[in-house]
């Protein structure tokens, strides 16, 4: 299972496209101030960490949940179980 890190997609969603806006939306809306370098790190690479006051000024600044900004990416299941065939179960 991997996490996904939808930042990008989020802030495509309610029209905002560069670090500079994003900036000045968490300033305005959630009285949160990153650097523009640590915004641009935000949007182009999943964090390592996020901060839990990080990620309340980001859900208050675009309107959305930690479950938008997060996704999982679920392997496709990979079955143990044989085929049901008379090979399979030794019956020759």
Same mark, same amino acid.
């Given at each position: +299972? !991997?996490?996904?890190?939808?930042?990008?997609? *989020? +802030? $495509?969603? #309610?029209?905002?496209? /560069?670090?500079?806006?994003?900036?000045?939306? =968490?300033? !305005? #809306? @959630?009285?949160?101030?990153?650097?523009? !370098?640590?915004?641009?790190? =935000? +949007?182009?690479?999943?964090?390592? &960490? *996020?901060? *839990? $006051? /990080?990620? &309340?000024?980001?859900?208050?600044?675009?309107?959305?949940?930690?479950?938008?900004?997060?996704?999982?990416?679920?392997?496709?299941?990979?079955? =143990?179980?044989?085929?049901?065939? @008379?090979?399979? #179960?030794?019956?020759?």
């Amino acid at each position: +299972m !991997q996490i996904e890190w939808r930042l990008r997609k *989020v +802030m $495509a969603s #309610r029209n905002v496209w /560069t670090a500079t806006e994003l900036r000045e939306l =968490l300033i !305005q #809306r @959630a009285g949160f101030e990153l650097s523009l !370098q640590s915004v641009d790190v =935000l +949007m182009k690479k999943p964090p390592v &960490q *996020v901060k *839990v $006051a /990080t990620l &309340q000024a980001l859900c208050t600044t675009l309107r959305c949940t930690p479950n938008e900004l997060f996704g999982i990416d679920v392997p496709r299941d990979v079955s =143990l179980v044989e085929p049901d065939n @008379a090979e399979s #179960r030794g019956d020759h």
